[in-house]
């Protein structure tokens, strides 16, 4: 089985747009949380025809995939494949698809608008941009998409399906959405937007190719924990965490930062928190929540990723977790560089 390592990286989300060294000075920074995407993050990664062509949500995907793909030393091209998770896909213009129809009935539909209210329309417009052809996965789940996507990747790159994918997530911020959740009774969080992509290679195809190596996701995992939908779970066993620390050749006792889903809704965070407990007993490492910076979306499971992989201060492999209401469950073990490029 094919190791797997991160060659490359790119974020365009409220606090901060580029690649691994951009990152890493958010990482080393502190602010105020910015959970909104500002329009001039997109200047130079998106031309004029597809800011026109492109809704807002793929403009913000293509451009992370274009970032990702400059950090890894990689040009755009026919071995690439595409791994993107959502949670609720192009809203606006799935929004403004439906007041069409509500305000002029059948006539009021528009058909340049009808392609970008399916959840794959991003990887579409990404896999396009960037010459994305081998194998394209959309996959929409709350919370943990992102992370679910960097997990599948990584187990087709490790099963030899392809040499390389762009995995990640994107969603973005609409105030009609946040109003349509309060009053569903959703449960409150910080809500943020952005997208996030890292590129992931076998490791022999990136020595061959002379890519500078950011890190190596050692064990990825992805189950369900027993849960109501929508709910939140009372079982805190968690085979996920298990599997890819097996994985990965390590224990509980070896794991040196988690990065955590956590985002404001209390239930859901206290139940990541007995899984946690549960699973690395009778340690306890440190714990970072990047959505408290940026808002919950999907692009953070490669943010989390990368800034796991650039966190040279641990003592061991970070782990990148993340739960759902409902029991996805997700978890990544990413050894950072200096452990990547050596034998475990």
Do not use: K
């Amino acid at each position: 089985m094919a190791r797997v390592v991160v060659t490359g990286v790119g974020v365009v989300t409220g606090p901060v747009t580029g690649g691994r060294e951009h990152v890493r000075a958010f990482l080393a920074s502190s602010g105020a949380p910015v959970v909104s995407v500002r329009s001039s993050a997109l200047d130079g990664l998106v031309d004029e025809t597809e800011a026109r062509r492109l809704s807002r949500i793929c403009q913000l995907s293509v451009a992370a995939a274009r970032i990702a793909l400059a950090d890894a030393g990689l040009g755009p091209g026919a071995g690439l494949g595409l791994v993107i998770g959502a949670e609720f896909g192009d809203v606006r213009s799935t929004i403004a698809f439906v007041d069409g129809y509500l305000r002029r009935g059948p006539g009021g539909l528009s058909a340049l608008l009808f392609p970008n209210t399916v959840m794959n329309t991003m990887a579409a417009a990404t896999a396009i941009a960037v010459t994305a052809r081998e194998l394209s996965l959309t996959l929409n789940a709350p919370t943990v998409a992102g992370e679910l996507a960097i997990a599948r990747a990584t187990a087709a790159v490790r099963a030899g399906r392809t040499d390389a994918v762009l995995a990640g997530g994107v969603d973005e911020f609409d105030s009609i959405l946040a109003e349509l959740l309060a009053d569903g009774g959703a449960p409150s969080e910080t809500r943020g937007e952005g997208a996030g992509f890292v590129l992931l290679e076998s490791l022999d195809v990136a020595e061959a190719r002379g890519a500078r190596v950011l890190g190596e996701i050692a064990g990825a995992s992805w189950r369900a924990i027993r849960a109501r939908p929508y709910g939140v779970g009372r079982d805190a066993a968690s085979r996920a965490i298990a599997a890819a620390l097996d994985e990965a050749g390590a224990t509980s006792g070896d794991v040196g930062r988690v990065w955590v889903s956590a985002s404001g809704d209390g239930p859901r965070d206290r139940w990541e928190q007995a899984i946690l407990t549960e699973a690395l007993r009778p340690a306890r490492p440190p714990q970072t929540a990047l959505a408290s910076r940026t808002g919950r979306h999907a692009g953070l499971g490669a943010l989390a990723v990368a800034a796991a992989a650039l966190d040279d201060a641990s003592g061991g492999p970070a782990l990148v977790h993340a739960v759902a209401r409902g029991g996805t469950h997700v978890a990544l073990v990413v050894r950072n560089r200096g452990r990547a490029t050596h034998d475990v």
